[in-house]
């Protein structure tokens, strides 16, 4: 774990920064086993607040892990939740309340009576009372000792969204847009994600004796930061714990990037310039400065807090070519490597060739918006493309999609010559509307409709493929199973799914892997598929396949590589960028991230461009996990 030091003048709140949130989740555990304990000596209860969403879960697993093995009781434990949604009742499946539950109260020891959460489903006029009586509960207990957080995309503490004033306390509050996109895996589709909410206010938040505000991933880099070192901002309702006198950002390394001292160190410290750093100093400074690369002098370095890496490896214009002729070097149209070339500067190896190339979609539309153009590519160079799509996906399809399938397919088998000898389709249609209307709006899917949500998938990934020229029998199905037993922000990964993936790979012994995961957080559907390859790939480093293989990781809906990370660049034209949009319109419900995955790929090309490279109309970009052998 590292802790500010340089990094003071720039944090305006405690950080630590961990390798992982599971040693971070650890960490805020056995804090809290202690304050159980010493409090259970003087016989005082302790006061919890609790969050949801998919950051508390691991921190939630060690709580549960001390209850089991080390029998910690939390009998003394009284707890108050952050927030509810409303218009949900206690026992749907999204409400904060069925969370807790299934996450945390299910497994530990804590009295019913101890738990609080806002109630969501009380009429409009009791609203008001009600947050004002939890306001009383919670100082008639005596405050809360420790208060986690999570913190959502526009900066949010609880369901603070953007213009919570600092003195704001628990009421009722509209939902922000982008808060909505991202709950819209949770209710399939946007339109389904409740408008309002209940939460505790900033000023509620800052009443607690002590917070500590928890985020994991790249993709919460950025309002990390913002946080941490912006100014405080009824913008950014995170931004106020900056004023609390024990306010602490528990965060790991990836939500750490784009702090100072992550992102700049030079600003911040001595720094030991390895060949990666150096690339990204000098690639941020020609960025900033909008001047290409061979265009930088001496004076720019000093102006910018580097001349110390110009002490250490100028003169400038010396440093500027072996930069650019980096960058330029991860730029191929061979994503395979190119077939009787020499391969010295190239990033993939140009043999074996063809090569057997496995493309891991964590849900079935994942590799066509990460890395459509590449997968044309490696079809158009003749290698020997796999698509893997390793979970079924069904939970994110919208009831309107499985509707329209089960009505064509009742009045396709009602209309046909010889109806009877269609009546098994007929049956499974109309069971199938039937279902869907008895469960309504927000409720669960049965197993059946999980499955044909999962088909329609599957039929939405064959005709996207089929625009790139994919072969039908070129794409597997895995339909792992921790997916199917799961929901969003609770996946939890099996043995059985590591040994499905384990199978697959010994028996493909692919010479590349495309996969992708790195930047979502832990819990997410392609955060749980990259820890298991990862895993799987290790137990099978031994075998002579593995270790001839290249992993290429690749971004899809989530924070983009930026230029000093890349390391093979694969450029589309106009006509192989309609491609890819055109093989993404057979998705009935990409997320409007996902739509935009064309302006990602432009904006990289325009980092090139901006670089003094060649200016092409979109990338792709890749990161190299694994050596390739010498
Ligand atoms: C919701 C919750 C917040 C939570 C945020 C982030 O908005 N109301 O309390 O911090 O989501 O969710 P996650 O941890 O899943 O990224």
């Known amino acids: 774990m590292s802790d500010r030091s340089h990094a003071e003048a720039y944090e305006k709140v405690h950080t630590s920064i961990f390798p992982s949130s599971a040693e971070a989740a650890k960490a805020?555990?056995?804090?809290?086993?202690?304050?159980?304990?010493?409090?259970?000596?003087?016989?005082?209860?302790?006061?919890?607040?609790?969050?949801?969403?998919?950051?508390?879960?691991?921190?939630?697993?060690?709580?549960?892990?001390?209850?089991?093995?080390?029998?910690?009781?939390?009998?003394?434990?009284?707890?108050?939740?952050?927030?509810?949604?409303?218009?949900?009742?206690?026992?749907?499946?999204?409400?904060?309340?069925?969370?807790?539950?299934?996450?945390?109260?299910?497994?530990?020891?804590?009295?019913?009576?101890?738990?609080?959460?806002?109630?969501?489903?009380?009429?409009?006029?009791?609203?008001?009372?009600?947050?004002?009586?939890?306001?009383?509960?919670?100082?008639?207990?005596?405050?809360?000792?420790?208060?986690?957080?999570?913190?959502?995309?526009?900066?949010?503490?609880?369901?603070?969204?953007?213009?919570?004033?600092?003195?704001?306390?628990?009421?009722?509050?509209?939902?922000?847009?982008?808060?909505?996109?991202?709950?819209?895996?949770?209710?399939?589709?946007?339109?389904?994600?409740?408008?309002?909410?209940?939460?505790m206010g900033v000023g509620t938040i800052l009443r607690a004796r002590k917070l500590v505000l928890m985020a994991w991933g790249e993709n919460k880099a950025a309002i990390t930061a913002k946080a941490i070192e912006g100014p405080v901002t009824e913008a950014i309702s995170a931004s106020f714990l900056q004023d609390h006198p024990d306010a602490r950002f528990f965060i790991d390394t990836g939500a750490a990037r784009e702090l100072t001292r992550i992102k700049l160190p030079w600003l911040v410290g001595p720094v030991s310039w390895t060949p990666r750093e150096t690339r990204r100093a000098v690639v941020w400074q020609s960025l900033q400065i909008k001047r290409p690369v061979l265009k930088l002098i001496d004076e720019d370095y000093?102006?910018?807090?580097?001349?110390?890496?110009?002490?250490?490896?100028?003169?400038?214009?010396?440093?500027?070519?072996?930069?650019?002729?980096?960058?330029?070097?991860?730029?191929?149209?061979?994503?395979?490597?190119?077939?009787?070339?020499?391969?010295?500067?190239?990033?993939?190896?140009?043999?074996?060739?063809?090569?057997?190339?496995?493309?891991?979609?964590?849900?079935?539309?994942?590799?066509?918006?990460?890395?459509?153009?590449?997968?044309?590519?490696?079809?158009?160079?003749?290698?020997?493309?796999?698509?893997?799509?390793?979970?079924?996906?069904?939970?994110?399809?919208?009831?309107?999609?499985?509707?329209?399938?089960?009505?064509?397919?009742?009045?396709?088998?009602?209309?046909?010559?010889?109806?009877?000898?269609?009546?098994?389709?007929?049956?499974?249609?109309?069971?199938?509307?039937?279902?869907?209307?008895?469960?309504?709006?927000f409720g669960e899917d049965t197993p059946m409709l999980r499955q044909l949500k999962g088909l329609i998938l599957r039929g939405e990934l064959r005709d996207a493929a089929h625009a790139l020229n994919v072969l039908r029998q070129q794409i597997v199905f895995l339909n792992l199973p921790y997916y199917e037993h799961g929901r969003y922000r609770r996946f939890k990964a099996t043995p059985a799914d590591a040994e499905m993936l384990k199978k697959l790979l010994q028996e493909k012994k692919p010479h590349q892997i495309y996969a992708t995961g790195d930047a979502a957080d832990p819990s997410s559907v392609a955060g749980i598929g990259y820890k298991l390859l990862e895993q799987v790939l290790s137990d099978l480093r031994g075998e002579e396949w593995a270790s001839a293989c290249t992993l290429w990781l690749y971004r899809g809906k989530e924070k983009p590589f930026e230029p000093h990370e890349i390391d093979m660049a694969v450029p589309m034209s106009p006509l192989q960028l309609d491609r890819k949009l055109r093989a993404l319109s057979r998705y009935g419900s990409l997320t409007s991230l996902e739509k935009s995955t064309a302006d990602i790929n432009r904006a990289t090309a325009g980092h090139y461009d901006a670089l003094g490279l060649a200016e092409y109309e979109a990338i792709e970009s890749f990161q190299r996990r694994t050596r390739q052998p010498q």
């Not at 549960?64 to 009742?89: A, M, P, W």
């Not at 299934?102 to 409009?124: K, M, T, V, Y």
């Not at 009722?172 to 946007?190: N, P």
């Not at 046909?416 to 009546?423: D, G, I, R, V």
Request: proline share 6%; net charge negative.
């Open 28 to 199: 805020l555990a056995a804090e809290i086993r202690d304050l159980i304990l010493e409090r259970e000596k003087s016989g005082k209860p302790v006061v919890l607040g609790m969050a949801t969403g998919s950051t508390p879960v691991p921190f939630y697993r060690e709580l549960i892990r001390l209850h089991e093995q080390e029998k910690l009781s939390f009998k003394n434990v009284i707890t108050f939740n952050l927030d509810e949604y409303y218009g949900l009742n206690a026992d749907h499946p999204e409400s904060y309340a069925c969370f807790m539950r299934e996450q945390l109260f299910d497994h530990i020891d804590i009295p019913a009576e101890n738990i609080n959460i806002p109630c969501g489903s009380l009429p409009r006029e009791q609203v008001f009372a009600h947050c004002r009586e939890y306001e009383e509960k919670i100082d008639a207990v005596g405050g809360i000792d420790l208060q986690i957080l999570g913190i959502g995309r526009t900066g949010h503490i609880g369901f603070n969204e953007p213009g919570s004033s600092r003195e704001s306390l628990t009421r009722r509050i509209t939902l922000d847009r982008i808060t909505r996109q991202d709950a819209a895996a949770d209710f399939r589709g946007e339109e389904n994600v409740p408008r309002f909410a209940i939460t």
């Open 302 to 441: 000093n102006e910018h807090g580097l001349s110390d890496l110009l002490s250490e490896q100028g003169p400038g214009y010396q440093l500027n070519i072996r930069i650019f002729n980096q960058l330029q070097h991860t730029i191929t149209g061979w994503p395979g490597g190119k077939p009787e070339e020499e391969d010295t500067y190239r990033p993939e190896r140009a043999k074996p060739y063809p090569k057997r190339s496995l493309i891991f979609s964590p849900e079935p539309q994942d590799a066509i918006v990460g890395m459509g153009g590449t997968i044309d590519r490696l079809i158009e160079q003749g290698h020997d493309v796999w698509v893997i799509s390793m979970t079924s996906g069904s939970l994110r399809v919208p009831d309107s999609e499985a509707y329209k399938f089960a009505s064509t397919l009742a009045e396709l088998a009602g209309n046909l010559s010889n109806p009877a000898a269609w009546t098994t389709q007929t049956t499974y249609a109309r069971e199938a509307l039937r279902q869907l209307d008895e469960k309504g709006e």
